[in-house]
Nanobody, 123 residues
Framework: QLQLVESGGGLAQPGGSLRLSCAGSGFTLDYYSIGWFRQAPGKGREGVLCIGTAGGFINYVDSVKGRFTISRDGAKNTVYLQMNSLEPDDTAVYYC????????????????WGQGTQVTVSS
């Protein structure tokens, strides 16, 4: 069974940091482009960052540039989203998704999705 499992969400104060993990089960994430998406309350799901199979990445949200980074650990079959200088507007459910193609900000481009992890930024 092919699965993606996110972890690492929680409550953070403004200016704080969290690291989200996306662990693959049943398949090797190195062969897939992995995107991180988020869905804030009352809003649609949006692409945040995506990392390709060669390690290059694409940032889809201007507000996270310089604050969020994406990386892979092949040995752990895991992709990370490091989130620094968190802001209240970063509050959302964060999802990771895998595609056998190149990175895309379109949800339908992805074949596998995790269940999501809640990130709340509040003082």
């Amino acid at each position: 069974q092919l699965q993606l499992v996110e972890s690492g969400g929680g409550l953070a104060q403004p200016g704080g940091s969290l690291r989200l993990s996306c662990a693959g089960s049943g398949f090797t994430l190195d062969y897939y482009s992995i995107g991180w998406f988020r869905q804030a309350p009352g809003k649609g799901r949006e692409g945040v960052l995506c990392i390709g199979t060669a390690g290059g990445f694409i940032n889809y949200v201007d507000s996270v540039k310089g604050r969020f980074t994406i990386s892979r650990d092949g040995a752990k079959n895991t992709v990370y989203l490091q989130m620094n200088s968190l802001e209240p507007d970063d509050t959302a459910v964060y999802y990771c998704a895998a595609t056998g193609g190149v990175c895309s900000q379109f949800l339908t481009h992805y074949d596998y999705w995790g269940q999501g992890t809640q990130v709340t930024v509040s003082s």
